[in-house]
């Protein structure tokens, strides 16, 4: 009997995959797939779930890019871009997930417990080449860098020869950081905060906090001789620049017209309407509050004032609470987004 062995479905790609984005999503609802709002499928872009499927609400599906396994669950706001592969029994993927060109992640010696886990905010960059044979767990706002590698299993030579083969499920912890061409081995458990040189080897596991390089990987420094310890003036007077720069930004790339009325106040005009963007130390009353505008907060925003400015359809951050309200308008979309130029991730209320 032949196993069926899935790589690119060719006759999907250029029947379903061709449909309109619509008649697309109508055509996996009658599947029995769990599709949601917004969603849209690109031209040639082919999901194959033999089981379950949910996608949620505003995830983007690349050109050409193909999702096939047993089950499928996806969260909302993901962007799976083009030419992308997915192909391992159980994939469960979590909100505002960013797979970039050109991933392939492929179990090449499938089990029936082959499955891959991808945490909130998690961003896998070009390239990259993950094989979850044996189950992977990516942990939330972890970067997977260019060309970096992701392997379960060796095997290749005579094992009864007496070379050897080894099997293992890779777990990565929250907000690691593997740079260009890492490459993980078998086995490998690496806990919060490690980051992993470029080039580097990563054969054994090392605990939390950790700065690895090397081939053999190995620990330069740990997280307390890595980051700097910046007061909260400081912080303060970044968040200055950032917002500065951000002006610079979508004067020049996004094309909208913008203002600077202050240090702490830039105006943005997109689509005739007009956007402020305050920046404030602390939020500590509803007094201050403009309905549909944008405010920077960095310090923590308690729940009843978040609840109180989604009423008003006001776009927040909270950059001490880690925190970004679920409503965003095109300009605080942008906003996002460009604070993850200097590592700065939200978390959707």
Known sequence: MKIRDVRIPLAKV??????????????????????????????GSVIDISESCE??????????SILSGETLRMG???????????????IEICHDVIISETVIIRAQQPFKDSRIFIGDRVHIFPFAIIDPSRPIHIGSETAIGISTYIFTHGAYKDSLAGYPISYGEVYLGKSVWLASRAFIMPGVTLGDDVVVGPGSVVARSFPEGSFVFGMPARILKRKKELITQYTSEQQFKMLKEILKEFQMYVDYFC?????????THLSVKHKSKHNSIFLLESLDSN??????????????????????MDKLCISWFSYEGHQCSAFLNDVSEVLREYFTRYGILFERS
Not at 287 to 307: F, G, S
């Open 14 to 43: 250029m029947t379903i995959g061709l449909l309109p984005s619509p008649l697309k999503k109508l055509y996996y609802r009658l599947r029995g797939y769990k599709i949601g709002r917004r969603i849209k499928l690109s031209l």
């Open 55 to 64: 996608i949620g609400d505003e995830t983007r599906i690349g050109a050409f």
């Open 76 to 90: 909302k706001r993901c962007k799976i871009r083009a030419l992308t592969m997915i192909v391992t029994p159980h």
């Open 255 to 263: 094309k909208m017209k913008t203002k600077m009325i202050s240090e």
């Open 287 to 308: 007094e201050q509050l403009e309905a549909r505008k944008i405010y920077i907060v960095q310090k923590k925003i308690e729940p009843d004032m978040q609840k109180f």
